[in-house]
């Protein structure tokens, strides 16, 4: 079996497990699921700039929160269609990351994470100034009738797991491709030595800002979708914590893996959703947790399982 | 051709290299000699745009390199493989390639080219390059930056630290390259390799060449050697 078989094998593989598991999972952990899809589209956003361009950044909430008001407020305000409007929010994602990446890029290291942190500690505060049109910190609903798409309506359970499905899918293909083309072992070459793929002739600039465009596009996918399925569009999303979450997703499942962000958004989503029903202090379990993957898996759960027995895994 | 013509540079507000001038030529090995610190590494580094040059300027058939940011100058046609090679550790000898080939958009004839100057290399396409031996990497650094297929080579220091069979190796290779019309310029220390594989030999000192000559002289008379390398 060549490695491509393989790889799309298992790619294609964990898709069709997914989709089937809708049948199988009663109704509230096939909820979760649908969410945990919209959270993993966020992670593999995370994983383009972290896992394969080595950009630690802090300030993913903000190309979040793009797409849920790049989203929202036409709804709200302008009476969109929800169609066009999630484009805007995907739009907006991008948009945001490459204006941060046009200043934050021109630091590296402990330096870029604090730029970016505070870029997306700077969009939170905007959006609670502007509560006016943002809601502020409660935020707003978006109307029922206005998450109807081609007569389906996704606050129904059914036709928001399909269509939480349909964008993982996207972008799990999407991702594969990327990382598996030239420009993706470019990103790759980036994070493994920048100085030396400067000497090869590669603009290590105009590579990484690429990269985070394209990672603040899934992210901003990801806002607007989680906005449109479940209703609600808040500031809560773009405070620090949302950009902590997908770091800690892809580093639990193996940052530079395709399948590690969903991987780790399901394991934590569960290790804080079984934890939080006996104790008020789950994230101490999250902590251990996180430092027993520290010491035992420093690579993440498949990035070690790649480096033991499946170095083919993208 | 690449000429080096009264470059002044160094770091910060260091001067390291000054007023220094120095060409190599087609098809030729031209070893730059010097004790530590006289600023070899320095003047691979400023050809390449990594430190940056204060007055003076370097040229590449025609096209002045010391203009252009660090990542156009490889674009010129000039390649280097840096002391203690800088591989993509994490990946494979065959990633590692493909990585130096996408460089300048160079496809199965260039990459069939370099595997065939480094044999070695074609058997261990899946390896991780950090897991290869000194030599290898050695080889590998040099098979990724032939991958632009180069009018100049620049090499620092390729034999240091290897045993006596991969030095061999690596000259051989040297004198290859020299017989496809590549200028290849070469930090040395190591005064037998110099002598089998070099055309001309510069000596450094306080970042200035002060000798430059062809490699008969210094057969003939050691002097140079012990004047400025101390051996």
């Not at chain 1, 361009?53 to 008001?69: I, N, P, Q, R």
Request: aromatic share 10%; proline share 4%; charged share 15%.
């Amino acid at each position: 079996m060549t490695e491509s078989v393989k790889v799309w094998s298992l790619h294609l593989g964990v898709l069709a497990l997914v989709f089937a598991a809708q049948y199988v999972l009663p109704p509230y952990h096939a909820t979760n699921l649908a969410r945990i899809m919209v959270l993993a589209v966020f992670a593999m956003g995370y994983n383009i700039a972290f896992g394969y361009t080595g950009l630690l950044s802090l300030g993913h909430a903000l190309f979040f929160a793009a797409g849920f008001y790049g989203m929202g407020l036409p709804i709200g305000l302008l009476d969109w269609a929800p169609v066009p409007a999630l484009i805007l929010g995907l739009i907006a994602g991008g948009v945001l990351a490459g204006l941060v990446g046009v200043l934050a890029l021109r630091t590296a290291g402990v330096s870029f994470m604090i730029v970016t942190l505070m870029f997306a500690q700077a969009g939170y505060l905007t959006l609670l100034y502007l509560n006016t049109w943002t809601g502020g910190d409660e935020g707003f609903v978006v109307d029922r009738a206005a998450r109807v798409i081609a007569g389906n309506d996704l606050s129904l359970d059914g036709t928001r797991f399909v269509a939480a499905f349909g964008l993982f899918a996207a972008a799990m293909v999407g991702c594969l491709w990327l990382v598996r083309s030239p420009f993706g072992r470019v990103m790759v070459a980036m994070r493994e030595n920048e100085e030396r793929s400067r000497m090869l002739g590669y603009d290590p600039f105009r590579i990484k800002l690429i990269a985070l465009v394209l990672s603040g596009i899934y992210a901003g996918a990801a806002g607007a979708a989680y906005g449109l399925l479940f209703g609600y569009v808040g500031a809560s999303f773009a405070t620090i914590q949302y950009s902590i979450l997908p770091m800690l997703y892809v580093l639990l499942g193996g940052a530079g893996t395709v399948l590690g962000p969903f991987l780790g958004a399901v394991l934590m989503f569960y290790l804080v959703d079984i934890t939080s029903g006996y104790t008020d202090a789950y994230l101490f379990v999250v902590g251990a947790a996180l430092v027993g993957l520290v010491l035992f898996a420093p690579r993440g759960i498949l990035g070690n399982l790649r480096e033991r027995f499946a170095p083919w895994l993208p | 051709m690449l000429w080096v013509e009264g470059v002044t540079a160094g770091y910060g507000n260091g001067v390291v290299l000054r007023d220094l001038s120095f060409k190599a030529a087609k098809g030729q090995v031209t070893c730059i000699m010097g004790r530590n610190g006289a600023g070899k590494s320095t003047l691979m580094k400023a050809i390449m745009g990594l430190v940056p040059v204060q007055s003076g300027r370097i040229l590449l058939s025609g096209t002045v390199l010391s203009d252009l940011p660090a990542h156009q100058v490889p674009g010129q046609g000039i390649a280097y493989v840096p002391q203690g090679r800088r591989l993509f550790g994490g990946l494979t000898v065959a990633e590692n390639i493909e990585i130096g080939l996408l460089a300048r958009k160079r496809g199965t004839r260039t990459r069939d080219f370099v595997l065939d100057l480094f044999p070695r290399l074609g058997n261990r396409l899946d390896q991780i390059a950090s897991t290869l031996s000194g030599g290898e990497q050695q080889m590998l650094a040099i098979a990724r930056a032939l991958c632009i297929e180069p009018e100049v080579l620049l090499l620092d220091e390729p034999t240091e630290g290897l045993q006596p069979s991969m030095i061999t190796a690596i000259r051989d290779t040297v004198l290859k390259l020299r017989e496809t019309g590549l200028a290849t310029v070469l930090v040395e220390q190591r005064v037998d390799a110099v002598l089998r594989m070099a055309d001309r030999v510069a000596f450094m000192e306080q970042g200035q060449i002060k000798a430059d000559v062809p490699v008969a002289q210094v057969q003939a008379d050691s002097a140079l050697f012990k004047q400025f390398v101390g051996v």
